[in-house]
């Protein structure tokens, strides 16, 4: 594993959320490094004082319901690639929200575009005004 694999895994191993090799490699690595050592110690206690921010106990049925749903939730393997392309989920609504800007946005180009052309013949009328005055 690259060091620089080794500094991203500061957060995940003060949640404890590294499996065995890549922790006992990190703890390898925390021996020699004092910055890695100071953010992991920074983000065990945010954890422990969100831990005791959260005061509401959820109720059971609420872990049935988590469970279930991660279940059917499919996991990207670390690193992308070909494997870890994951087909893109658009939820409920956010189609009709992106053709509501595709319309704003053609709108304003066509409104843009009127102003513009309006401009040029203000110009012209302006510059025939003128020749005429001249005349």
Known sequence: ?????????????A???LPDDER??????LEQCAACER??????????????????VPGPA?????LHRVSAVRQVPPG????????RVVPRGRGLGR???AACLAAAAGLGGT????????????ERAVQAEQR
Not at 24 to 29: D, G, I, K, V
Not at 62 to 66: E, G, S
């Open 24 to 29: 006992t490699a990190f703890e390898r690595h």
């Open 39 to 56: 953010e992991t110690s920074e983000f065990a206690a945010a954890t422990a004082r969100l831990g005791l921010a959260a005061t509401l």
């Open 115 to 126: 102003a513009v052309w309006q401009y040029e013949r203000a110009q012209d009328a302006g």
């Open 1 to 13: 594993m690259r060091t620089e694999d080794l500094h991203s895994l500061t957060g995940a191993y």
């Open 80 to 87: 992308g690639g070909a494997a870890g392309k994951a087909r």
């Open 99 to 101: 053709w509501a800007l």
């Open 62 to 66: 609420m872990r049935d319901r988590v």
């Open 15 to 17: 949640l404890h959320a």
